[in-house]
Nanobody, 126 residues
C-alpha cells in the first residue's frame, strides 16, 4: 500500500519561501521518478517539476524556473520542492506523484504517474 506524507505548505507573503516535502513508501522508490503538480482554484492541474530516479536530472516548468528547486533524498524516500520568490499566482494545492518510470520524459503528462499524494495548500498573499 502506497502511503504519502506531504508537508510544508502554508501562507506566505509575496517574495517569501516555502519548502514542500513528500515522503512516500510502499513501492520501490529508487526505480521511480517523482513529480510535483499543482492545481489552482478553477484551473486544471499542471506539472511543475520532476526529478528522475537515477541521475537526478530535473525538470522545472517555465513558470517556476529560476525560483523553484527539486531534490530527492533516496535514503529517506523523500522529495523536496524548495520554492523561493513566491508570487500570488503560485497559490495552489501542490501534489507529489510517483512516476511509472524512472525518467522525467513528458513530466507534465499526468497519465505517466500512478500514485498521488494528498496535496498541500500553498497560499501566497499579503
Amino acid at each position: 500500500q502506497v502511503q504519502f506524507v506531504e508537508s510544508g505548505g502554508g501562507l506566505v507573503q509575496p517574495g517569501g519561501s516555502l519548502r514542500l516535502s513528500c515522503a512516500a513508501s510502499g513501492f520501490t522508490w529508487r526505480y521511480r521518478a517523482i513529480g510535483w503538480f499543482r492545481q489552482a482554484p478553477g484551473k486544471e492541474r499542471e506539472g511543475v517539476s520532476c526529478i528522475s530516479n537515477s541521475d537526478g536530472s530535473t525538470y522545472l516548468s517555465d513558470s517556476v524556473k529560476g525560483r523553484f528547486t527539486i531534490s530527492r533524498d533516496n535514503t529517506k524516500n523523500t522529495v523536496y520542492l524548495q520554492m523561493n520568490s513566491l508570487k500570488p499566482e503560485d497559490t495552489a494545492v501542490y501534489y507529489c506523484a510517483v512516476g511509472l518510470y524512472g525518467s522525467c520524459s513528458y513530466p507534465g503528462a499526468q497519465f505517466r504517474y500512478d500514485y498521488w499524494g494528498q496535496g498541500a495548500q500553498v497560499t501566497v498573499s499579503s
